[in-house]
């Protein structure tokens, strides 16, 4: 059969089921395959969307997303995306088309060195140069995707390829020598991870995105009741365990509350699970716990080690190595520890002031919490998403969906795009800010045209608002380029241009009726504009470079 029929039959075998992504002539063959396929594609608008709204599927639904993209500018557009998957470890399968194999490298017309562009940014690459090798790669890259660390991999596919015959035997095994990721930890480090568990008067667990893409949620859980430890989170780790769980102080880091900061720095004994220890999550490296030992468990044993000294290791999978450490592990009082640790809860607990007749963005995020508590969260990247990871308290693993090492804004609204396309009959919101849902706005078109009924709940202050934040407590208010302008810009008649449901929300009293209407639309997306106060910030926030501990706040 023809070689592009047989790349989509292979995409059938893998269980695929929705694809997002843009034609063009290099990958017009595979899209004349996809013709005859039960697979749905999503059309969407840009290729960096299609890439991001895989992303989000794959987080959302727990399974490897894909994306198509033509060459050269269809292929670049593609990048962002793919550098958002991972850093954030999101196991997708990009394939883009590429020109022949007798015209790449000569400057043809729309040719990009594709593979060369992703190489930094991919978990693995392939430029398919034999078109027998096609499904041996096709099998190959959803391996890789998925097992060990998650990740992005990009198939390169030049255009004379696909127009190939080739025999269909997709290979009923994988033979890759050079890639075997280690998942079960090593007994001896986890009985001395156990050892100085039971020693320890003040331990706390940090969780991160790894704890969530290796199904451990459960795992860790059982381990925090049966030390008992508090559980802080990273961004990427809410969710891990339920936020409203007595034991769950959330997240930790440069936005996370007062008390999860206190209490990890003035623990004796940190437990990371599939955490990356960034510089966000962390603060000022030399002063991060600086009473605590550090057990560090990570599928990637190229993170353990990389930014904080750790004193035992365990390299391997979070939900096997957590399930043999709580066999070793016995319930222990600390009384003390737990006192203190609540009294910071009770003494620091987020707040704002919603006062008068302007929206506080914080409110927004309360109500749809309130009305919604088990909606799957998408967000930008910015204020917005601060406050989203602040006040909406998230029940379970994959429930809440950002960009967390890239920071990416334009990130939110087609990743929520990708989960409603998962799960269609749940409600998807996106929190987004003004700034960044204008960078992917044109992805209305694509859930007007299959009825993706996302709920997007834009915190408008007319501000590049983190920006503006730290040019006011930084730079001496010099707002330098963070005004976007734009009070006569209506989102409510550009919704309603894309053929999109528009609201417009100004007051307080106006929020919680403008949510229940647009959760009742199943059918259609909602955009609810929120003029909310133009100069709230953000707090708790850790200057950058500060110590956990140098948290600053807002005084009412």
């Known amino acids: 059969m023809r070689a592009a029929d047989a790349i989509v039959r292979a995409l059938e075998h893998e269980g695929v089921e929705h694809i997002f992504g843009i034609p063009g002539g290099a990958i017009i063959e595979v899209y004349d395959a996809l013709y005859d396929s039960n697979i749905e594609h999503i059309l969407t608008r840009h290729e960096q969307a299609a890439v991001h709204a895989a992303d989000g599927y794959a987080r959302a639904k727990g399974k490897t997303g894909v994306a198509f993209a033509t060459s050269g500018?269809?292929?670049?557009?593609?990048?962002?995306?793919?550098?958002?998957?991972?850093?954030?470890?999101?196991?997708?399968?990009?394939?883009?088309?590429?020109?022949?194999?007798?015209?790449?490298?000569?400057?043809?017309?729309?040719?990009?060195?594709?593979?060369?562009?992703?190489?930094?940014?991919?978990?693995?690459?392939?430029?398919?140069?034999?078109?027998?090798?096609?499904?041996?790669?096709?099998?190959?890259?959803?391996?890789?995707?998925?097992?060990?660390?998650?990740?992005?991999?990009?198939?390169?596919?030049?255009?004379?390829?696909?127009?190939?015959?080739?025999?269909?035997?997709?290979?009923?095994?994988?033979?890759?020598?050079?890639?075997?990721?280690?998942?079960?930890?090593?007994?001896?480090?986890?009985?001395?991870?156990?050892?100085?568990?039971?020693?320890?008067?003040?331990?706390?667990?940090?969780?991160?995105?790894?704890?969530?893409?290796?199904?451990?949620?459960?795992?860790?859980?059982?381990?925090?009741?049966?030390?008992?430890?508090?559980?802080?989170?990273?961004?990427?780790?809410?969710?891990?365990?339920?936020?409203?769980h007595p034991l769950c102080l959330g997240f930790i880091g440069m936005h996370g509350s007062k008390y999860a900061n206190y209490t990890i720095m003035e623990a004796d004994l940190v437990i990371a699970v599939g955490c990356r220890f960034s510089d966000r999550t962390t603060g000022k490296v030399s002063e991060f716990a600086p009473e605590a030992k550090i057990i560090h468990i990570d599928v990637d044993p190229a993170e353990i080690g990389k930014n904080i000294r750790v004193d035992v290791p365990i390299v391997g999978d979070a939900k096997l190595v957590l399930g043999e450490l709580v066999k070793y592990v016995k319930y222990k009082q600390r009384k003390e520890w737990e006192d203190k640790v609540n009294g910071w809860r009770k003494q620091y607990p987020l707040k704002y002031k919603q006062d008068g007749n302007t929206i506080k963005p914080q409110y927004v995020i309360e109500k749809i919490y309130e009305l919604k508590p088990d909606a799957i969260v998408a967000t930008e990247v910015g204020q917005n998403q601060m406050w989203a990871a602040q006040f909406f308290k998230v029940e379970?693993?994959?429930?809440?969906?950002?960009?967390?090492?890239?920071?990416?804004?334009?990130?939110?609204?087609?990743?929520?795009?990708?989960?409603?396309?998962?799960?269609?009959?749940?409600?998807?919101?996106?929190?987004?800010?003004?700034?960044?849902?204008?960078?992917?706005?044109?992805e209305l078109a694509t859930c007007v045209d299959y009825r993706i009924p996302v709920k997007?709940?834009?915190?408008?202050?007319?501000?590049?608002?983190?920006?503006?934040?730290?040019?006011?407590?930084?730079?001496?208010?010099?707002?330098?380029?963070?005004?976007?302008?734009?009070?006569?810009?209506?989102?409510?008649?550009?919704?309603?241009?894309?053929?999109?449901?528009?609201?417009?929300?100004?007051?307080?009293?106006?929020?919680?009726?403008?949510?229940?209407?647009?959760?009742?639309?199943?059918?259609?997306?909602?955009v609810i504009d929120f003029r909310v106060e133009r100069l709230e910030n953000v707090y708790p926030m850790v200057p950058a470079g500060a110590s956990l501990k140098e948290i600053i706040d807002e005084e009412y």
């Open 73 to 244: 500018p269809g292929a670049t557009n593609t990048v962002t995306g793919i550098a958002t998957a991972y850093m954030d470890s999101s196991p997708l399968v990009v394939m883009t088309g590429q020109v022949p194999r007798s015209m790449i490298g000569n400057d043809a017309f729309q040719e990009a060195d594709t593979t060369g562009i992703t190489m930094p940014i991919t978990k693995h690459n392939y430029l398919a140069t034999e078109p027998n090798e096609l499904l041996r790669i096709v099998r190959e890259a959803f391996h890789i995707a998925s097992t060990g660390r998650p990740g992005p991999v990009l198939i390169d596919l030049p255009k004379d390829v696909t127009m190939a015959d080739i025999e269909f035997e997709y290979p009923p095994k994988i033979e890759l020598p050079g890639y075997k990721p280690k998942l079960k930890g090593h007994p001896k480090q986890i009985k001395r991870a156990a050892e100085l568990i039971m020693k320890s008067e003040r331990p706390v667990i940090l969780a991160g995105g790894g704890v969530i893409l290796s199904n451990a949620g459960e795992e860790l859980r059982k381990l925090a009741e049966t030390i008992p430890a508090f559980v802080v989170t990273t961004l990427m780790g809410k969710g891990a365990m339920p936020e409203t």
């Open 396 to 442: 379970r693993p994959r429930q809440f969906i950002s960009s967390g090492g890239l920071g990416t804004m334009g990130f939110g609204f087609p990743a929520a795009m990708g989960a409603q396309v998962a799960f269609p009959d749940k409600t998807v919101v996106d929190i987004a800010g003004d700034g960044s849902f204008m960078m992917n706005i044109q």
């Open 456 to 526: 997007v709940c834009i915190l408008n202050n007319m501000f590049l608002g983190m920006v503006r934040q730290w040019q006011e407590l930084f730079y001496d208010e010099r707002y330098s380029e963070t005004c976007l302008r734009c009070k006569e810009m209506s989102f409510e008649k550009i919704a309603e241009g894309f053929g999109a449901i528009g609201m417009t929300v100004e007051k307080p009293s106006e929020v919680e009726d403008a949510l229940k209407q647009a959760f009742e639309i199943d059918d259609m997306p909602v």
